[in-house]
């Protein structure tokens, strides 16, 4: 018996994006630990280095490489997963990636030293690569067009609510065993470590219960199925439903154009009909990199700390920004269908940049440079005190404000739309893979550049969001409240430039228009012409219960 709530579907299927979020935190709530850094420790303090109580952890380069290595999994996980998904379907996808999140999660718990450790990241980073591709497209092909939006933006919620989760658990487990290099104990960081199977265990098996993509089913010429899909999803359990009939036929049309390009290769992306939305989906993808956000998010401690915050009173600090990224994430909920996707965009990036280059001209101007780092930790190679540094708190609280609610949950919505169903999966798994390998880098980029360009790391993310403005303005059109196929007709509109399609500043939200349709309201000529096309005249079917697909 599979589930046809569509936000039950939803919920479930966008556990996977909070396994990302556990990631971050069972990593960013640590750093500061010293449990993880003497256990880890390569000096210059602390065992067996000196006797001092406090260790200086990994190298900083080391650090960003165990940061980054879950980054490069997840580049090589989403790669994988367009071919995997397309072969076994969206849900057989997202059940192997829980899988290898599993194994990931063993062996960093069981981590005997820093090798073992980045190797789990990597095969945990596998995981997320898969889930972060293939969920947007589950989620977007399966749901109603006027909630899209909504609910392909849930997965960002999701992240957001696994950061906080993981974050309150590893601030919990800190207070297991002593604070100094002689009575710290292990279980601090292995525990949280080990406590993140719990969600994809739970997936897994969630995942048995949900209907399989109807785009994915037509493609296999299941069309029985996806009608059953469909009906149940969108109809309610009526397959004689107009939208369930006029959506079905869309879906036909657009599968028997796509019956002449059956081989579908990454190299299609590149041709010259395709390249600009391939283009429009990897940028969306690197610039939601470029923001500087998992930036914030990995290293947030080290800025904390470089506001006079340590200890707890550091991780309680960082912890507010966790709640005021689920927070902020809900107007996007609510509203990311009525706003659009290139208003969320274009306003987002504008109030990063501010945050930004504000941050650089406080660190600039009021910051005093700490040879060899705060309390030794070279990251955090400069120090402010007083209205300052409340001021660089209240900065990068803001510049976390203006992101949840704009590009975190556009990225993820945005890619899935662009694509027409042929080659959708490889499509968003190709651009996912552009956000990890950037997300690589920058881990890898940020711990040398807090010690070496010091306040210059901000202004190099200020200029990141200008440029955004300017590239999101002129090449990314609305695709809010069209189904997946208007989309596809909108990049193959003749009226403007070829392969192009409609100018972008030219294009506007659908929204109302679709959710007449989805309340039955189709023009009746489209309902005769589907029937005449189906060869079906009376067009009556028995309801559809809730059958697996």
């Known amino acids: 018996m599979a589930v046809g709530n569509i936000y039950f579907i939803a919920a479930v299927a966008i556990v996977g994006g909070g396994l990302f979020g556990f990631d971050i935190s ?28 406090n260790c200086s952890g990994p190298r900083s380069l080391v650090q960003g490489g165990i940061t980054a290595a879950m980054a490069g999994g997840s580049w090589l996980g989403a790669l994988v997963s367009g071919v995997l998904s397309d072969r076994l379907g969206r849900k057989s996808s997202i059940m192997i990636g829980c899988i290898f999140w599993i194994i990931g999660s063993i ?56 950061i906080l989760i993981m974050f309150y658990v590893s601030y919990g487990c800190s207070f297991i065993g ?57 109809g309610h359990g009526d397959p004689n439903s107009p939208f369930v009939a006029l959506e079905l036929q869309d879906i036909k049309d657009m599968c028997e154009f796509e019956r002449r390009h059956k081989d579908v290769t990454y190299l299609e992306l590149f041709k010259p009909n395709m390249i600009n939305r391939t283009h429009i989906g990897i940028f969306m993808q690197i610039w939601s990199q470029m923001t500087g956000m998992n930036v914030m998010m990995y290293y947030i401690s080290y800025v904390f700390g470089m506001a006079g915050y340590s200890g707890n009173a550091n991780l309680l600090a960082s912890s507010i920004q966790y709640v005021i990224n689920v927070v902020m994430t809900i107007p996007a909920l609510i509203w990311i269908d009525v706003w659009g996707r290139r208003p969320a965009l274009l306003i987002g990036a504008v109030f990063m940049a501010i945050w930004m280059y504000a941050n650089a001209g406080l660190m600039a101007t009021y910051g005093v440079i700490v040879p060899g780092g705060v309390d030794g930790v070279a990251e955090e190679s400069m120090k402010l005190s007083g209205a300052s540094a409340k001021a660089l708190i209240a900065c990068t609280y803001l510049f976390v404000a203006s992101y949840a609610p704009t590009w975190g949950p556009v990225s993820w919505i ?11 999966g490889k499509a968003v798994a190709l651009a996912t893979s552009f956000n990890w390998a950037f997300n690589l880098a920058l881990g890898l980029f940020t711990p040398p550049a807090f010690v070496n360009i010091m306040w210059r790391t901000y202004i190099i993310f200020g200029v990141f969001c200008t440029a955004m403005f300017i590239h999101v303005f002129f090449f990314f059109p609305e695709t809010a409240g069209k189904t997946l196929e208007e989309t596809e007709a909108m990049f193959e509109d003749p009226n403007g430039p070829k392969y192009m399609g409609t100018l972008p500043w030219k294009t506007h939200v659908q929204t109302s228009h679709i959710v007449q349709l989805e309340k039955g309201n189709v023009d009746p000529e489209k309902m005769a012409q589907f029937r005449h096309d189906s060869g079906d005249e009376s067009g009556q079917q028995e309801p559809i219960v809730a059958e697996t697909a």
């Open 26 to 53: 069972s990593m960013s709530a640590i750093l500061s630990e010293n449990s993880y850094k003497c256990y880890f420790n390569q000096g210059p303090e602390g065992p067996p280095f000196t006797v001092n109580p």
């Open 107 to 162: 062996l960093i718990c069981a981590s005997q030293d820093i090798a073992m450790l980045i190797v789990g990241r990597i095969v945990n980073g596998f995981c997320v690569g898969i889930e972060s591709a293939q969920v947007p497209v589950y989620v977007s092909e399966i749901a109603p067009p006027s909630k899209r939006g909504r609910l392909v933006g849930a997965q960002q919620w999701a992240i957001t609510w696994g």
């Open 178 to 234: 002593g604070g100094s290099s002689t009575d710290y104990n292990p279980a601090a960081f292995r525990v949280p470590w080990a406590l993140q199977m719990i969600p994809a265990i739970c997936l897994f098996f969630a995942m048995m219960w949900l209907p399989e993509s109807p785009r994915w089913l037509a493609r296999q010429d299941r069309w029985e199925d996806c009608h059953r899909v469909l009906a149940l999803v969108h």
């Open 414 to 424: 945005y890619p899935p739309e662009l694509y027409p169903l042929r080659v959708r």
